[in-house]
C-alpha cells in the first residue's frame, strides 16, 4: 500500500508512541521526552490501562498535542487507519503480555492495536513484565510468532521490578529504547540525508538591547521556527551550528549552540560562523534599533521631570542579513542566506507583496514570511503559516503545519536552491 503522505511530511518524522497498562508506562514518559526534544512528532497512543497508571495529561503536556484517543473518538478522521498510514514508526513502551498476545493474534479491539495492523513502518515493542510472565511459554510463542513476522520486539532488562522482586522482565532505560528508535528509523533510510556534509548556521530567538543593568529592549520571538529549523537540519544530516539569541528552548539533538544577547553581539557570531557555511539561516528577530547609551545603573524614574518623555536615545543596529549577502557575493563557495520576515499584514496578498519587496532589498535567496497578530499566530505557537518567497519571486505558501513541518518544507526549498545549476 502506498502513503498518501507528502515528502514535506514525511521529513518531519511521526512516531507513534503506544503504552500498554503496566507500571513502567511512567518511563515512558522519558522515552517521549527524549523523542520530542529530538524532534520528532510524538502521538502518544495509551490503552485505557495505561492511563490508570500516568494521565493524558502528562502524554499531552510532554508530545504538546492531544493523545490519539480511543477508537470511536474523532471517528471522522477514521484514526484506526490513518494513524498507523502516517506514521513512519510505531513504539510501544511498555508492551504488556497482553499487548503482545493481542499483537501476535492481530486482534484489533482498541485503537493500539488498530494501529499495530495498519501501519507499513517498522514497529518496535518493548516488553515489561514480571519474569514469570516473560518466561510463560504463552508469551515466548507470542514473542516468536512476532519476530517472525518482522516486529523489533526487545529484550526486558534483568534487574528490580515492581515490589520487592527482581529479574527479567525491566522496561529497558528510555535513553537504550531511544537509541533502538533511532536507530531503526536509520536503518529505514529515515530520515533522508540530503544535507549530509553541509554546514549549517541558523539563528533563532530574540535580541535585546540593555538600557542598564535591569533593562532591556526585546522583541516576542520564542525562537520556536528557528531551532525547529536546527533540528530538522541536523535530522537530514548537516552539521548545525545554533546561534541562539534569549531562549529557553533545549539544545535540539547533534546540534551546537552558541548562546548571544545583542545584535552586535549576535552579528560577530554569525559573521565569524558563516565564513565556512554551506548555509546561513537568519530565524532570529533583531533588533533594528539599540540605546546609544547604556546606563551604568539603574535609570531612576525621579531624575527624570514628571510627564516629561523619557530621554532614550536609539541609534541603528546593522543590517546582518544584508552584510551576509554583500559578503557572500565576493567568497567563490556559493552560499545560500536565508532570511525571515514576520509582518503585521492584513491580508495575504499585502504579505507577499512585502515579502517580496524585502526579499529584493535583503538581497537573500529566500524569505520566509508569516503575518503576525491573528491568535493563531502567536509568537508562543506551535505552529506557524508562512509564504516562501524565492529569488525569482516564485511564491510558495506552506499551510498551518507544526512549526518542525514548516522547518523541513524550508529545508526542501533549500536542498532545491542548492541543487540548481
Ligand atoms: N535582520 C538582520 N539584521 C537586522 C534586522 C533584521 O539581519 N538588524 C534579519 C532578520 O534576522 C530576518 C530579516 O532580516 O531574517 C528580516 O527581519 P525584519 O525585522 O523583518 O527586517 P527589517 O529589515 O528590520 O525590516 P522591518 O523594518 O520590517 O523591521
Redesign the pocket.
Known amino acids: 500500500m502506498t502513503s498518501p503522505r507528502s515528502t514535506t511530511e514525511a521529513a518531519a518524522l511521526n512516531i507513534v508512541l503506544g503504552v500498554a497498562g503496566g507500571i513502567a508506562a511512567y518511563k515512558s514518559a522519558s522515552l517521549l521526552r527524549l523523542l520530542v526534544e529530538a524532534g520528532y512528532r510524538v502521538t502518544v497512543e495509551p490503552t485505557e490501562a495505561a492511563l490508570r497508571f500516568v494521565g493524558q495529561a502528562t502524554w499531552e503536556a510532554l508530545s504538546g498535542q492531544p493523545i490519539a484517543g480511543g477508537l470511536w473518538q474523532n471517528t471522522h478522521e477514521v484514526p484506526h487507519v490513518a494513524l498507523g498510514r502516517s506514521a513512519d514508526l510505531v513504539i510501544v513502551a511498555p508492551a504488556t503480555a497482553d499487548l503482545l498476545g493481542r499483537a501476535a493474534h492481530g486482534l484489533a479491539d482498541d485503537l493500539l492495536t488498530n494501529v499495530l495492523l495498519t501501519a507499513t513502518c517498522p514497529v518496535v515493542l518493548a516488553p515489561a513484565m514480571h519474569t514469570e510472565m516473560w518466561d510463560n511459554a504463552a508469551t515466548r510463542a507470542n514473542v516468536e510468532l512476532l519476530r517472525s513476522r518482522g516486529v523489533t520486539v526487545v529484550e526486558p532488562d534483568e534487574g528490580r521490578l515492581t515490589g520487592a522482586d527482581s529479574g527479567k522482565g525491566r522496561l529497558p532505560e528510555p535513553d537504550q529504547l531511544f537509541a533502538t528508535a533511532v536507530a531503526i528509523l536509520r536503518r529505514a533510510g529515515l530520515p533522508r540525508q540530503d544535507l549530509a556534509g553541509r554546514r549549517v548556521v541558523v539563528?533563532a530567538g530574540g535580541t535585546r538591547e540593555p538600557l542598564d543593568p535591569v533593562r532591556f529592549l526585546g522583541n516576542r520571538s520564542s525562537g520556536r521556527q528557528g531551532f525547529a529549523m536546527a533540528a530538522a537540519a541536523a535530522r537530514r544530516g548537516a552539521d548545525v551550528v545554533l546561534i541562539s539569541a534569549n531562549s529557553t528552548l533545549p539544545t535540539p539533538a547533534g546540534v551546537k549552540r552558541i548562546e548571544v544577547g545583542t545584535?552586535a553581539q549576535l552579528q560577530a557570531a554569525v559573521t565569524q560562523e558563516a565564513l565556512t557555511a554551506d548555509v546561513v539561516v537568519?530565524?532570529?528577530?533583531?533588533?533594528?534599533f539599540r540605546p546609544v547609551q547604556v546606563q551604568p545603573t539603574k535609570i531612576k524614574k525621579n531624575d527624570l521631570a514628571t510627564d516629561a518623555p523619557a530621554p532614550i536615545a536609539l541609534e541603528r543596529?546593522?543590517?546582518?542579513?544584508?552584510g551576509l549577502v554583500r559578503e557572500a557575493r565576493n567568497r567563490v563557495m556559493p552560499q545560500v542566506i536565508v532570511?525571515?520576515?514576520?509582518?503585521t499584514v492584513e491580508s495575504h496578498q499585502d504579505l507577499v507583496r512585502m515579502g517580496r519587496d524585502?526579499r529584493a532589498a535583503?538581497g537573500c535567496d529566500l524569505l520566509v514570511c508569516n503575518q503576525v497578530g491573528g491568535a493563531e499566530s502567536a509568537f508562543e505557537s506551535l505552529t506557524n503559516e508562512v509564504v516562501i518567497v524565492s529569488a525569482d519571486d516564485r511564491v510558495t505558501q506552506i499551510a498551518r503545519a507544526h512549526k518542525d513541518v514548516v522547518a523541513d518544507a524550508v529545508w526542501d526549498h533549500i536542498v532545491d536552491v542548492t541543487a540548481a545549476p
Do not use: H, P
Not at 282 to 288: L, N, P, R, Y
Not at 317 to 322: V, Y
Open positions: 539563528t545584535a537568519m530565524a532570529a528577530a533583531v533588533a533594528d543596529t546593522d543590517d546582518i542579513l544584508a532570511g525571515f520576515a514576520a509582518e524585502k535583503k
